[in-house]
């Protein structure tokens, strides 16, 4: 039996076949939406208004110019019961009182009883006052009456009419019955604008002030990043800082709290303010809240620095313009100045900027190095800055040793007497052996004859926690690396530092990610010039700047990595550092490794010439004339004491002992002697290559023989 279906809707395909029944499937129509309720699309319909921006800018709007007028009618009537009373006084002896600034609040009280003592005595005039004033309105009007009498009978006489002699008299009275009509007609009108004149008035006061709620504000006003420093701000800043001492002194003093400041000067691209703390409120709590300070001043933590100045219970605040600090500085002089040379005892080199953006030039004179930081921050740019710039000095002599060894020192070759490049053991052991031939460069010169000068020898090692870290030992046992007495590497550093100032033997060193174990404090604390870029804890910072200048505010721990790339904190006497500070913030200049080549280039341009030796390999024997030839390099003539301190840093165990006289012993019997040029005693290149060609040649016919 076939089903019946009953079709609902015209089908829109054919038919699968003929005969087949085709059934459809009975779609009900949508229901009809119910309309939502009234009160429903009302309340939409307000919420959309109410949170539309237009809505929102205009109840902004209202909101601020009420409290514009409002606030600008409190502010003036402040101001007026100021001038009227001693509240002034009174709250500059409370904030007196709480600074524990006695001496300040006995002088406020004296001029408070001075007020008051003024006071009374106008207030005592007052009660004569009216007696006095009836009696000068009677005078001033019976003499007016008579002086317009007298001008009236000396008009009557003049004209011959004796009606002009009240004519003054009745020009006066018309006069004020003029006045009288004016004042009547603008009467009106005054009684309706004064009060909104006078509302005009308030409201402009409010509106100067900013007197109303930061929400209620501008757009460009709501958003504080970057807004200039004012005492009130400074003030306010300190109150919030969560210190309970702080905030209750704060409170005491009232509008009285900017009394803590001293003057905000303009300090380079900031400004500086000193803040002279309420008792029982310590330095220590303020430096330990930066971050909190620094957005209180709505400012980032790296564009706020605290220190200490002189003056007890101060703290000292720098607060740089908004984004000002990520900005870079300019190029170096060593880079603008194709001209500029160098002076290692009266110069300064030019190494960047401090915070206030005045020049940063920093003494190399007798001064022992050490800069620190993290990896990858900029401390072998900042290092090299430093060489380059007393390269410029053609009597500086350098021995330097790259224990990284990617080429950051590659375009001393040719100016360095040694310049050995490489991460190794083997590399660590060369260093080592530099370092102890500086250490008997330096026991010569302290044996020399007193008042003997010296040229300037620079010991240059970067990357020295390599060194430091080496585990090698030599055929004796002892470690190149660690920090014991047995330590190659380790004592010659230390026997530099105590004794080789005194003759320029100097040593520098670049390190990283200081410890005990890879910076022993002991060679740390022989630097007098300390400098450190971004540092992790404010342990780290204690052992790169000391302790010192940590407590006094250094904190190169709370410098940003990466973006404060190339800023050092600098604690020396080398450098003009703020009165009252132990250091200072350096932003150096970027020198790349293009214009680090040009600039060396102009150094060997200045000097005679040399060979830079790159290995120290003491199990070949040694030649002295040969030696004497490598030395001279390509110089045509150089001094004799020059030629002796080179041979001594090529084979110190060789040449280290040698004099003049063991020079001359055999450069005379090679037939070639030194000789003096302009005073001084020199030896020839020409006469030692002469020696040696036909040294070889005469060695070379025995041997035909």
């Known amino acids: 039996m076939t089903e019946n279906v009953i079709h609902l809707h015209k089908p829109t395909d054919p038919p699968a076949g003929a005969g087949v029944p085709t059934v459809l499937t009975v779609v009900p129509d949508p229901a009809p939406e119910r309309p939502r309720p009234l009160w429903v699309r009302s309340g939409r319909a307000v919420k959309a208004v109410v949170t539309d921006e237009s809505t929102k800018s205009v109840a902004r709007a209202v909101v601020r110019h009420g409290l514009y007028t409002f606030n600008g009618g409190r502010i003036v009537a402040r101001r007026t019961w100021d001038g009227r009373t001693g509240a002034r006084y009174e709250r500059m002896i409370r904030a007196a009182e709480a600074a524990g600034n006695l001496e300040a609040a006995e002088e406020w009280e004296e001029r408070l009883q001075r007020f008051r003592a003024a006071r009374h005595h106008r207030r005592m005039d007052l009660l004569h006052s009216p007696v006095e004033a009836a009696k000068g309105a009677a005078v001033g009007t019976g003499m007016g009456i008579g002086a317009l009498v007298a001008l009236g009978v ?98 005491e003093m009232g509008d009285a709290g900017a009394s803590m400041l001293g003057p905000i000067t303009l300090a380079g691209c900031g400004v500086e303010v000193d803040v002279t703390l309420p008792s029982g409120v310590s330095t220590v709590e303020v430096q330990q809240r930066r971050r909190k300070l620094a957005e209180n001043l709505t400012r980032h933590e790296h564009e706020v620095f605290i220190t200490i100045p002189q003056a007890a219970r101060t703290v000292r605040l720098w607060v740089a313009d908004s984004g000002a600090l990520d900005e870079p500085i300019g190029p170096s002089p060593l880079v603008t100045d194709e001209t500029m ?177 890879n910076l022993p404090k002991l060679v740390r604390e022989g630097a007098h010039t300390r400098a450190s870029l971004a540092l992790g804890t404010e342990s780290q910072a204690r052992m790169a700047l000391g302790d010192k200048a940590v407590d006094g505010g250094a904190a190169p721990n709370l410098l940003r990595p990466g973006l404060d790339r190339g800023t050092l904190v600098v604690a020396s006497d080398g450098i003009t550092v703020p009165a009252g500070q132990s250091s200072i913030t350096v932003r150096t200049h970027y020198v790349d490794d293009d214009a680090a080549e040009a600039i060396t280039d102009r150094a060997k341009a200045l000097r005679d010439g040399g060979t830079t030796l790159h290995a120290i390999d003491r199990s070949v024997e040694h030649d002295p ?38 020079l001359k012993r055999v450069l005379d019997t090679a037939d070639a002697s030194p000789y003096k040029s302009d005073g001084v005693m020199v030896v020839a290149r020409d006469r030692v290559m002469r020696a040696l060609a036909n040294r070889d040649s005469d060695t070379g016919s025995a041997s035909v023989e």
Not at 647 to 657: E, I, M, S, V, W
Request: glycine share 8%.
């Open 341 to 517: 040379t160098a002076d290692y005892t009266k110069g300064r080199a030019p190494w960047g900027q401090d915070l206030r953006g005045d020049a940063a030039a920093l003494s190399l004179y007798q001064r022992h190095l050490l800069i620190t930081g993290l990896s990858n921050q900029g401390k072998t740019v900042a290092l090299r800055s430093l060489a380059l710039w007393l390269a410029l000095d053609r009597s500086v002599e350098f021995l330097m040793g790259d224990l990284k060894g990617v080429g950051d020192w590659a375009m001393f070759d040719g100016l360095a007497r040694t310049l050995i490049q490489g991460p190794t053991d083997e590399h660590v052991m060369q260093v080592t052996e530099m370092v102890e031939g500086a250490v008997e460069e330096m026991n010569r010169r302290i044996q020399a004859p007193p008042g003997t000068v010296f040229p300037p020898l620079i010991v240059l090692v970067d990357e020295a926690q390599v060194a430091f870290m080496c585990p090698a030992k030599d055929e004796d046992k002892r470690p190149y690396g660690g920090s014991k007495a047995n330590s190659r590497y380790f004592m010659a550093v230390r026997k530099i530092h105590n004794q080789g100032r005194a003759v320029n033997v100097l040593m520098w060193q670049g390190t990283q990610d200081p410890t005990n174990e």
């Open 154 to 251: 000396v008009m009557a006489i003049s004209n011959g009419d004796v009606k002009d002699v009240v004519t003054p008299l009745a020009a006066t009275i018309d006069f004020l019955a003029l006045l009288i009509r004016i004042v009547r007609v603008v009467w009106g009108p005054v009684l309706v604008l004064g009060p909104l004149f006078a509302l005009l008035a308030l409201w402009a006061v409010g509106s100067k002030q900013h007197a109303a709620p930061a929400w209620a504000l501008p757009a460009n006003l709501r958003s504080s990043e970057g807004e200039p420093v004012t005492p009130s701000i400074v003030v306010k800043a300190l109150r919030d800082l969560g210190v309970p001492a702080l905030r209750n002194a704060i409170k």
């Open 625 to 662: 004339l040969a030696d004497i030839a490598a030395v001279i390099g390509d110089a045509p003539r150089v001094r004799t004491k020059d030629v002796l301190a080179r041979l001594a840093t090529r084979n110190p165990d060789a040449y280290g002992g040698w004099s003049f006289i063991d």
